[in-house]
């Protein structure tokens, strides 16, 4: 595995000015390394899971003028996409890099998911470490803490998925783009596998969606 890390400079992508500008520098600087991460966890997330995970890096191919504000590799069990599947992502905003198990609003499982979560509630929390995070939203950097949520909390996140059309749910680890400048790569190999473990449990549950 060579992959070199993340950067200062994969960050400052994230200024430049201009879809076109900004997407060339996602595509010549970020895109190579999300292509070695996938080369990497395809098969690593493929045994973990018991089936077989294919690579898909956001290509951002819908945006006519604005820019993104972050990018990511997944990786679902599928060839053709990942949006309506339960995956696990990889990517950047301009402040940190994220390590998600992901349902976004696309999936048809999430009203049956949301309820498997609320069913399975004392588990996740003995599941979850309390450093990680969760997202209802994939489009905003905005995320909350374990260590911070308490029963009720969760239960509405839960529950959010159940009934709002555009709800989404997303668990993992975040890294400050500090933290993250400073990893060597086999501090991201083992980051990055240990969180896919953690969220194994997660998967296996939307499966039964």
């Known amino acids: 595995m060579t992959f070199s890390g993340f950067h200062q400079e994969d960050f400052n992508v994230f200024h430049i000015e201009g879809l076109d500008a900004r997407m060339e520098a996602i595509k010549s600087q970020i895109q190579p ?11 690593t997330l493929s045994a973990l899971c018991g089936d077989e995970m294919h690579v898909h890096i956001a290509k951002h191919a819908r945006r006519t003028v604005n820019p993104p504000n972050d990018t990511w ?5 599928s060839k053709r996409g990942y949006k309506k599947l339960p995956h696990f992502q990889i990517g950047l905003w301009e402040s940190h890099v994220f390590i998600w198990f992901a349902v976004i609003y696309e999936s048809p499982i999430k ?13 996740i929390q003995q ?7 969760w997202s209802a939203d994939h489009t905003k950097p905005d995320v909350r803490k374990m260590r911070d949520l308490q029963t009720d909390d969760l239960l509405q996140l839960f529950n959010r998925l159940q009934t709002i059309k555009k709800a989404e749910i997303l668990c993992g680890v975040n890294i400050p783009k500090e933290q993250a400048a400073t990893m060597t790569s086999e ?19 939307a499966k039964q969606g």
């Open 111 to 123: 009203e049956t998911f949301g309820s498997l979560l609320q069913q399975e509630i004392k588990h």
């Open 187 to 205: 501090e991201w190999i083992n980051t990055i596998d240990e969180t896919f473990q953690t969220l194994k449990p997660l998967y296996e549950l």
């Open 73 to 77: 590799v997944a990786f679902a069990n």
């Open 127 to 133: 599941l979850v470490p309390s450093h990680f995070v």
């Open 33 to 43: 390394k999300f292509e070695e991460l996938g080369h990497y966890f395809a098969p």
